[in-house]
């Protein structure tokens, strides 16, 4: 009797053991800096297990490192949600080099603005822009967000995100019935077409002419959105065919037309030729006047390129010299903490953006909102973003 009374402690035991390590390898792909706590501990941990859980999608039998990871903050610090996204997401390398299925969702409380990030390798698969602003961003998420519901709106994002996903890489069991709900969508879609076409088009435009026209103003404006990017990307390649500088610019070409539409400008040849000679300008004269301020590792203090870029966006047609371009940096805040480049948060004994904010009592940390670990590093895999994604705001 004893002795099987020891086997079932000694088994009861092992299972503990065992439970506890799990957990805390499980990995926290959730950061929350913000003044309030937004998610609370049990929030955060139920979707950390679904984000451990899509880590470990497949792709022909081969783990694609699908990270997907969430930043919660107050204020994106007077940088566009896409900027801001974009750096985080190259600066935590989130997914691996050789998939680059990386995710990164981005939400600012104050500035009530989010944004999709998406790596590389999710380039012409069915996760793009269209299909998340339809579907992940869809049905009642402003209005979750507008009532402060943040856990029911990152809760959607998140799983619609994995739902579009799960069509192009294997995800795990538990979350195949995500996937399964989108599909269901996408086959009434056709349906839905399908019957439009057999019913006739003259019942169609008396019952359902105001839904058409709507359609109709969205897809023209979607389809005039990605012809005036194409025309600007196709202006920039004609601009550098022939420019022997071109490699000395850390910039891709898709990176400088999200940029020129930014500022608002019309996509004609003299305003893209303007823009781009004003931020080889921007970007050489950061360089040359930040020579004697690298770190240790030969790294400029600043992150010259996003400077070059903003600074651009901002007076797209303004041209500067060395004496004059810190006073737009200065008046336009492109030289603060949140431009620092990574070597000069280390040469100053801080490990990164982060770090400096909650030692320096810019954000508060809320590492001790959650149950999970602090967040994850993502392994400095390689993954990249040069652009893909999509933003939202409520």
Do not use: C
């Not at 805390?24 to 955060?44: G, V």
């Not at 359609?215 to 194409?230: D, N, S």
């Amino acid at each position: 009797m004893k002795r099987k009374l020891m086997t079932l402690i000694s088994l009861f035991l092992f299972t503990l053991i065992i439970g506890t390590l799990t957990t805390k390898a499980q990995e926290n792909y959730i950061e929350q800096n913000t003044k309030a706590t937004i998610l609370t501990k049990e929030q955060m941990n139920t979707l950390n297990q679904t984000l451990n859980d899509f880590a470990t999608s497949t792709q022909n039998g081969q783990k694609v490192n699908s990270q997907f990871a969430i930043y919660i903050t107050d204020s994106l610090g007077g940088q566009s949600i896409e900027s801001f996204a974009l750096n985080l997401f190259n600066t935590k390398q989130i997914g691996d080099k050789t998939h680059n299925k990386g995710i990164l969702f981005v939400i600012a409380i104050n500035d009530h603005e989010y944004r999709i990030q998406l790596g590389d390798g999710w380039n012409d698969t069915g996760l793009n822009e269209s299909t998340i602003e339809d579907y992940v961003f869809g049905d009642s998420l402003t209005d979750m967000l507008r009532d402060e519901n943040y856990n029911g709106a990152i809760t959607q994002i998140v799983n619609r995100t994995i739902a579009i996903a799960g069509t192009q890489i294997q995800v795990p069991a538990s979350l195949q019935s995500h996937v399964e709900a989108y599909q269901v969508i996408l086959t009434r879609q056709k349906e839905a077409r399908a019957n439009w076409i057999r019913i006739g088009f003259g019942a169609l435009i008396v019952t359902f002419l105001g839904m058409i026209t709507g359609i109709v103003v969205y897809l023209k404006r979607k389809q005039k959105q990605k012809i005036l990017k194409q025309t600007i990307l196709d202006y920039i390649k004609m601009e550098f065919a022939f420019d022997l500088e071109r490699e000395k610019l850390p910039a891709s070409d898709l990176t400088l037309a999200n940029a020129f539409m930014e500022t608002k400008l019309e996509a004609n040849e003299d305003n893209i030729r303007t823009f781009l000679h004003n931020y080889k300008n921007n970007y050489q004269i950061l360089q040359d006047v930040q020579e004697s301020e690298r770190t240790k590792n030969g790294e400029f203090r600043y992150k010259v390129n996003q400077q070059a870029i903003d600074l651009t966006v901002a007076t797209p047609d303004r041209m500067y010299a060395n004496d004059t371009i810190f006073d737009a940096i200065y008046f336009y805040d492109l030289h603060s903490h949140l431009y620092w480049s990574t070597m000069y948060f280390n040469d100053q004994g801080y490990s990164d953006l982060h770090d400096y904010e909650v030692q320096n009592n810019l954000v508060t940390d809320t590492n001790s909102n959650s149950d999970s670990s602090s967040w994850s590093d993502f392994g400095g895999g390689g993954g990249f973003s040069s652009g893909g994604g999509a933003s939202g705001g409520w």
